[in-house]
């Protein structure tokens, strides 16, 4: 089947329709509501549809518009977020039935700044229990459906709903959050854009923790400058999040479109394609040649402090701890309630002493800081996301040491991201021989969004792969 431009065009688009009259804020909301109802109850990449709510903030950015207020690029956009967004009045369940009842008595930061933008809330998403897993199942909610095969294969985790909601049609905007890969993994296998941002560039109040020293806040989109406009409504000081504080917003918008002459681009040597899947290794190599036809210098460079990060045996426990700190109780009280393979992977913080863990945030800054040095003379690096495609839900959750390898070969390119503080856009640069989508991440040093978004944009502009469109007959 061949879908309609609308639901698959990016924010740039529908922003232009609606300043032309062609399209109004509440026809808009309508169309993807629709869309929800017919292809999500295969597609389960909701776990909640605020159709109220988006109907009532359509109207209200249709009434100004016809006053001629414009309040942005943004205004009247319809997108969704993870459940672990505080949205008023409803349940934010983080991927557990154990919290079906925790309604939240406000909006997130995130929800706030995207609704003064003019934004339209559809709904909230599936996410892995309590966002702890890199694979996207949920043994409790039941796990969404990667839309570009039939038979369930993994939507990635722990955005699997956002990633699922994009890269269907769904949503042309969702809200994930990134603790070691979880918007750039679902972006990877999903076929969008997915943007991992600096911790302190965004507000995470309001959004159910895993680990506050490494959980961030970030878009998935169906293009490279949508994910720059919603990341330029989102960041900002917020006193509710003192990671934000000193940290001043930049514009990325201005030098996103200049082109990647002169930018220094390296392929990430250590670690990262090592054991890759083929298809994918071919696809980022590939990349490098793009961006080299577009004028960038592409070299190749080794970076220890990856191997060294991942070489840390403590590291899977850090975040266990720091998840602990929030959910010990439902470890200690209602264990068996809980997924297990989420439950056994949070007790291991139980061994995790305090000397333990500040030996390893001491060594995580000394690591920070060793590869921005490192990468002073390099604007970028080019990486596979994943170390392997979209597999089969089925073979994955056959056995624990199943899951785990999966969890293992989608988590380990992106994790290492997270420790060492670097930002990072993913985008598609293939498909593999099965038709699966692959990943192109390109990473950035500290606070340094606004390279990776242009490097991204750069190569998604000389390329077709974002234009492609999974067929969902079969979710019909």
Not at 20 to 45: C, M, N, Q, S, Y
Not at 193 to 213: A, E, F, H, M
Not at 279 to 302: C, K, M, N, P, Y
Not at 388 to 409: H, K, L, M, Q, T
């Amino acid at each position: 089947m061949t879908e309609t431009a609308l639901e698959f065009a990016t924010v740039a688009d529908m922003a232009a329709r609606l300043r032309a009259g062609a399209l109004g804020p509440v026809k808009l909301a309508e169309t993807f509501l629709d869309r929800i109802a017919a292809l999500d109850k295969r597609l389960h990449a909701f776990i909640g549809v605020t159709r109220d709510r988006a109907l009532a903030e359509a109207r209200a950015a249709e009434t100004r518009l016809r006053a001629g207020v414009d309040v942005g690029p943004l205004h009247g956009i319809p997108y969704a977020v993870k459940d672990l967004y505080d949205v008023k009045g409803a349940p934010t369940t983080a991927g557990t039935r154990l919290l079906a009842g925790n309604l939240a008595a406000r909006d997130s930061a995130a929800v706030r700044r995207l609704g003064a933008a003019g934004m339209v809330l559809l709904g909230k998403t599936h996410t892995v229990q309590f966002a702890f897993g890199g694979v996207g199942i949920n043994h409790d909610h039941g796990t969404p459906h990667n839309p570009w095969s039939s038979t369930p294969h993994a939507p990635g985790g722990s955005s699997s709903g956002s990633g699922v909601a994009v890269g269907a049609g769904l949503a042309p905007v969702a809200l994930g959050s990134d603790t070691g890969g979880s918007v750039r993994i679902p972006a990877a296998l999903c076929g969008t854009v997915g943007l991992k941002t600096t911790v302190g560039r965004i507000s995470r109040d309001g959004v159910y923790p895993l680990s506050w020293t490494l959980d961030t806040v970030g878009p998935l989109t169906r293009s490279v400058e949508d994910a720059a406009l919603v990341y330029q409504a989102l960041q900002g000081v917020d006193l509710a999040d003192e990671t934000t504080i000193g940290v001043p917003a930049h514009d990325v918008l201005g030098t996103l479109e200049t082109g990647v002459r002169g930018l220094r681009v390296a392929f990430g040597e250590t670690l990262f394609f090592d054991d890759v899947d083929a298809d994918i290794t071919a696809a980022v190599r590939d990349a490098g040649r793009v961006l080299q036809g577009l004028g960038a210098s592409v070299e190749s460079v080794d970076v220890p402090e990856v191997a060294e990060a991942m070489a840390e045996q403590r590291r899977a426990s850090m975040i266990a701890a720091e998840a602990l700190a929030v959910n010990g109780r439902f470890i200690d009280e209602q264990f068996d309630a809980l997924d297990p393979v989420v439950a056994h992977r949070m007790k291991m913080g139980r061994g995790l002493s305090a000397t333990d863990y500040f030996a390893v945030l001491r060594q995580w800054a000394s690591l920070r800081e060793r590869v921005t040095r490192r990468l002073a003379h390099v604007d970028a690096l080019l990486v596979p996301a994943t170390m392997i495609p979209p597999r089969p839900v089925a073979a994955i959750d056959a056995s624990v040491d199943s899951y785990a390898d999966a969890n293992f070969r989608y988590l380990r390119n992106t994790a290492v991201g997270n420790i060492l503080g670097l930002c990072a856009v993913v985008l598609p640069c293939g498909f593999t021989r099965d038709g699966l989508p692959i990943g192109l991440m390109v990473y950035a040093k500290p606070f340094d969004e606004a390279t990776a978004l242009r490097v991204a944009w750069a190569y998604e502009q000389a390329t077709a792969w974002h234009r492609r469109r999974p067929e969902l007959g079969w979710a019909r």
